[in-house]
């Protein structure tokens, strides 16, 4: 049973241009998410987090949008840019005291 | 300062092997975490340690599976009796204190394929 799923395996962008990355989730216990970035042959590194008492959260040119209602949220980063290409894990916390619920990931190829 | 670091990074074993994995986490981390990620997968939560205390290991697939932590600080995943299906990444991850929410910062990983 998938509890957070992210139902893109792969994303292409231009550079300069636009990423939207999706995630759903089904535990409505969830309520702090997250998202990890994460290099080949490196350990996911953190990148945004989003409380479910807000519905955006912006650092840099990354932002986090959450819609509680749809289970939805969405990481956007503006503008893309060659490095950023890597696998991009949504997570969440709530299912436990201190367990943190992975996607599956997206991986994200920003084309130069 | 130095982050969370695995070893060994690679590990082959033969079906019926018992193999031990260690995790050196960021020094004072209270925290200490333990996740299994299989191919195309993203990681899987094993089981979290508060210092020496396992304090919830609801994710360990079945009994061949054992952590430890015995100082609070190094931490040893031992898998009895590898499988076949055991072969994965296997995720360390360490946060400052013993709050919820905290950023959890992982290692590179140990890469375990059983034969």
């Known amino acids: 049973d998938q509890q957070v799923k992210q139902n893109s395996p792969s994303l292409s962008v231009q550079e300069g241009r636009i990423s939207i990355l999706n995630c759903d989730y089904t535990n409505s216990m969830f309520d702090y998410f997250l998202w990890y970035k994460k290099y080949p042959a490196e350990g996911p590194t953190f990148l945004i987090s989003i409380s479910s008492i807000k519905d955006k959260n912006e650092d840099g040119r990354f932002t986090v949008f959450l819609n509680k209602s749809a289970k939805h949220l969405s990481l956007h980063i503006v503008p893309s840019q060659p490095g950023d290409s890597a696998v991009y894990f949504c997570a969440a916390y709530g299912g436990g005291y201190q367990k943190v619920t992975f996607g599956t990931g997206t991986k994200l190829q920003v084309i130069p | 300062g130095a982050g969370v670091s695995q070893s060994p990074r690679y590990k082959v074993a033969k079906r019926g092997q018992d193999v031990a994995l260690r995790c050196d986490p960021i020094?004072?981390?209270?925290?200490l975490f333990w996740y299994q990620q299989a191919l195309g997968q993203g990681p899987e939560f094993l089981t979290y340690f508060q210092n020496e205390a396992q304090l919830d290991k609801s994710g360990l697939p079945s009994d061949r599976f054992f952590a430890e932590r015995p100082e609070g600080s190094v931490s040893t995943l031992k898998i009895q009796r590898t499988q076949q299906e055991d072969s994965a990444v296997y995720l360390c991850?360490?946060?400052w204190g013993a709050g919820e929410r905290e950023t959890q910062y992982f290692g590179p990983g140990t890469r375990l394929l059983v034969l």
């Open positions: 991850a360490s946060s």
């Open positions: 020094s004072g981390h209270v925290s």
